[in-house]
């Protein structure tokens, strides 16, 4: 059986994302982009899952969730939280 890995990582509704950047200043490690002026999770696998750039956003476009991550990517298990299903 194959094992599913998620982390632990931002989610963007790009819907409502109005693009003011907040959240992408509010992280330290620079996972965070703007992408056709909505924000993008560019680099999970360097996000550390602390949530510092959930409380930034001023209409809630953003919140934590489990994200299944691609196993053929390089994943550094050591940064975040991960659990495997
Ligand atoms: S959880 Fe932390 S490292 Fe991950 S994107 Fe948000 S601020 Fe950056
Ligand atoms: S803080 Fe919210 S509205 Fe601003 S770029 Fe990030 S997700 Fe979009």
């Keep these: 059986m194959t094992v599913k890995k998620y982390k632990w990582v931002p989610v ?7 693009g003011c950047n907040a959240c992408v200043l ?5 996972c965070l982009e703007l992408v056709q002026d909505a924000a993008v999770l560019t680099k999970p696998d360097i996000c550390g899952s602390e949530e510092h750039c959930i409380a930034p956003c001023p209409i809630g476009a953003i919140r934590m969730g489990w994200v299944e991550m691609d196993e053929n990517v390089d994943w550094n298990l050591k940064r975040g939280k991960w659990r495997e299903v």
């Design 12 to 18: 963007i509704d790009t819907g409502r994302c109005n």
């Design 26 to 30: 509010a992280c330290g490690p620079k």
